[in-house]
T-cell receptor
Framework: EADIYQTPRYLVIGTGKKITLECSQT?????MYWYQQDPGMELHLIHY???????EKGDLSSESTVSRIRTEHFPLTLESARPSHTSQYLC??????????????FGAGTRLSVL | KNQVEQSPQSLIILEGKNCTLQ??????????LRWYKQDTGRGPVSLTI?????NTKSNGRYTATLDADTKQSSLHITASQLSDSASYIC?????????????FGRGTQLTVWP
């Protein structure tokens, strides 16, 4: 069982609200990632981080932002939630220097519904 | 265009039976191929990872094969159990950049009935 935790597990919120999805890992991994996954669809990388104070945008354009102030913590923020943001958000981490060569450990995900 | 295609989209089998899931990819240059298991409402968990030179890898009742020439992989599940019900995702990574990139399939939804 991977030591990576996401909260909340489920979130239902109204349009225009600001939300933060939390992700923490206790494995000391430098690399962390956020993915977005719609039902029956593939995962899409929206943000990643090489380490503290490093953040990069992923392949899928997202209106969310991330921060990496501490190694173990990689929160994702939506300043103004919209129904189009309804999705499952998965956080992951890995050790090593290359995404392509290292196993990613995933959290259980946050299922977000914006009304 | 780099893509990962999985088949079938969904599969129902009886407990104790074997099954094989397929993955075809067009990712190039190839680095490695992984199979993940994703239980409903959970994050994916890694089952196997294979590089170009590996053509078979096992993890308990799960056996993955890779044919890098035809760009095909399969995941064989032996003596299925109810707990095998999940989505199985094929993920291929490239080595075209320092970070590398992961290409995800949409998964095969496996349901095991008692």
């Amino acid at each position: 069982e991977a030591d990576i935790y996401q909260t909340p597990r489920y979130l239902v919120i109204g349009t225009g609200k600001k939300i933060t999805l939390e992700c923490s890992q206790t494995m000391g991994h430098d690399k962390m990632y956020w993915y977005q996954q719609d039902p029956g669809m593939e995962l899409h990388l929206i943000h990643y981080s090489y380490g503290v104070n490093s953040t990069e945008k992923g392949d899928l354009s997202s209106e969310s932002t991330v921060s990496r102030i501490r190694t173990e913590h990689f929160p994702l923020t939506l300043e103004s939630a919209r129904p189009s943001h309804t999705s499952q958000y998965l956080c992951a981490s890995s050790e090593g220097t290359e995404l392509a060569k290292n196993i990613q450990y995933f959290g259980a995900g946050t299922r977000l519904s914006v009304l | 265009k780099n893509q990962v295609e999985q088949s079938p989209q969904s599969l129902i089998i009886l407990e104790g039976k074997n099954c094989t899931l397929q993955c075809n990819y067009t990712v190039s240059p190839f680095s490695n191929l992984r199979w993940y298991k994703q239980d409903t409402g959970r994050g994916p968990v890694s089952l196997t990872i294979m590089t170009f030179s590996e053509n078979t890898k096992s993890n308990g009742r799960y056996t993955a094969t890779l044919d890098a020439d035809t760009k095909q992989s399969s995941l064989h599940i032996t003596a299925s159990q109810l707990s095998d019900s999940a989505s199985y995702i094929c993920v291929v990574s490239d080595r075209g950049s320092t970070l590398g990139r992961l290409y995800f399939g949409r998964g095969t939804q496996l349901t095991v009935w008692p």
